[in-house]
T-cell receptor, first 114, second 112 residues
């Protein structure tokens, strides 16, 4: 019974295509995130949503558009894929926006753009 | 601009010995620090944390030490076990929010 689940786990696609990655959490958390782990292994925050409202947007190209239909779901849609978009994308959630504590991560979605 | 640095990409220790993983940070606004553990093809999982008002936090075999003046923290694992073999990420946040800044990670290998 996975707490934070992402689909698909692997995605291989051509440059210029549009793709989506879905994320769902069953922890009852209010806040969800997308992180990107690039080829240099850094995990960097991309977006954060709290109760369907965007609260963090970290200088990510407009081709990336997060969508949160409800507080348990945060999907990531990427338009016009580029080679540099190849990375592992991690979804995460936390119980609140403010406070000290940890994030709960999904297993990651490895995107390969050819 | 790496605000959180893990300068050792890898570390190898013998089972039963101590593993010490190091992390340095540059942003003096960071006030909460976390260690995550990551196995291949899995997401990072939370291990242990420490707030800036403390200099040590212990949880079983895992202890995190914080030296604010040096902007340095370390994770000690005693005794190390083969199942501890994983990538360990240091992370930090500032101002009581969940926006974490991660280091590049250190691959720990514990040899039987």
């Amino acid at each position: 019974d996975t707490a934070v689940s992402q689909t698909p786990k692997y995605l291989v696609t051509q440059m210029g295509n549009d793709k989506s990655i879905k994320c769902e959490q069953n922890l009852g958390h209010d806040t969800m995130y997308w992180y990107k782990q690039d080829s240099k292994k850094f995990l960097k925050i991309m977006f954060s949503y709290n109760n369907k409202e965007l609260i963090i947007n970290e200088t990510v190209p407009n081709r990336f558009s997060p969508k949160s239909p409800d507080k348990a779901h945060l999907n990531l849609h990427i338009n016009s894929l580029e080679l540099g978009d190849s990375a592992v994308y991690f979804c995460a959630s936390s119980p609140m926006t403010q406070g000290f504590g940890e994030l709960f991560f999904g297993e990651g979605s490895r995107l390969t753009v050819l | 601009d790496q605000q959180v640095k893990q300068n050792s990409p890898s570390l190898s220790v013998q089972e039963g010995r101590i593993s010490i993983l190091n992390c340095d940070y540059t942003n003096s606004m960071f006030d909460y620090f976390l260690w995550y553990k990551k196995y291949p093809a899995e997401g990072p999982t939370f291990l242990i944390s420490i707030s800036s008002i403390k200099d040590k936090n212990e949880d079983g075999r895992f202890t995190v030490f914080l030296n604010k003046s040096a902007k340095h923290l370390s994770l000690h694992i005693v005794p190390s076990q083969p199942g501890d073999s994983a990538v360990y990420f240091c992370a930090a946040s500032a101002g009581s929010n969940y926006k974490l800044t991660f280091g590049k990670g250190t691959l720990l290998t514990v040899n039987p």
